[in-house]
C-alpha cells in the first residue's frame, strides 16, 4: 500500500513509499483509511522540529470503517465507522494514566511520528482508543474530530466558556477557528478574532464567513483598544491564545478582563516569552494551558460537529491524494491552506 513516510532524520526526508498492509495484533482492529487530515506536528516533522522515530508513516488526524478484528476485539465490529485517539503507547500504569490523562503519560508515542500513522490506505489500531461516529457524520467532519477535540479539551473543558462570555481567539489558524467555533456553540455573547497581516488572504476571511464579525487585523487595528471598546472597559472574559507570538501572548493580560480566563494553546516554538508578570497578578488571571485531547471531549465534540453545532468541516480548503502531499504541506507553510485532508 502507498504511504505519505518520514523516511530518515533531518530535514525534508518524506516520500510516498510502498509499505505492508498491517495486520491486526490482539486488541486491534484494522482500519481502511477514508481521510486524514494534515496536522502542525506533520509540519514540524517535515522540518526536524518534533519528535520521531524514522521510517514513520505521517498522520494522525483520521477517520475509516473497520475492516477487520483482531484477537480479543469486544467492543467493534467490521464495518464500524470510528475515528481515534492519537494516544498509543501510553503506560497505563503511570499517576497520569490511572488519573486518566494517557494523552500526556511520558511513554505515549502517538500515530504520526511515535508508531505508523494514517496517511497511508490501512492502519491497525488499539480498539481501546476508538470512537464511533454516526451514520450522516461525513468523512469531512469525521476527519475534524480530533483537531476539534483539542478545541473542546482547551476551550469547555479546561477554560470553562460559558454562555454570555466575551471570548477573544489570536492566531485565526485552523486550532483557533475550531477554538472560536467551539466557544461560540458554548454560548459565548461575542467571539472576536485577532489575525496579523499574514492572514489577510485566507484566514480573516474565512473568519468572517463563519460569522464571526469582530475580525481584527492588527496592522490596521488596535486590538486591545478595540476588545475594550465592545466590553465598556472591562476586557474580555476569555482570551484564547493560538498564536504563539511572543508580542501576542503577551497582550493576552491586556485583553483579559480582571479575575479573566487565559486559555494557552499556541506554542512559542522554543523561543523564550517575556511577559508583564505583574500585569497578570493585578489582573488576577487564570491561565489554563493544554496538550492533546481528554477522553470526555471525543463523545462530545463528535456530536458537536454532527449536529451542525460547530460546523468543523467549513475549514477545510484542501482534499488532495496521497502523492500530492508535498504541494499540500507547501500550501499549509504559505498560510495558502487551512484544514488540508489527504485521502488515500
Ligand atoms: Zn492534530
Ligand atoms: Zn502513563
Redesign the pocket.
Known sequence: MKAVVKVRKGVGSIEVRDVPEPQPGPGEVKIKIAACGV?G?DIHVRHDRFPYWPPVILG??FTGTIVELGSGCRYYQVGERVVAEPHTRSCGQCYLCRTGHIEICPQKRSPGWGIDGAMTEYICYPEQLLHRIPDQMTWDQAALV??TANAVTDVLLRTGVVAGDYVVVQGPGPIGLLAALVARAAGAREVAIIGAPGDVELRLPTARKLGFTQVINIAETDPVEAVLDQTRGIGADVVVECSGSPKAIAATADLVRKRGKICAIGLAGGQPVELPWDKFAFKVADVRFSLSTEYQAWDRTIHLIASGLVPAERIITHREPLDRWERVFDEIENLRALKALLIP
Open positions: 496536522c506536528s494522525h488526524e480530533e483537531p
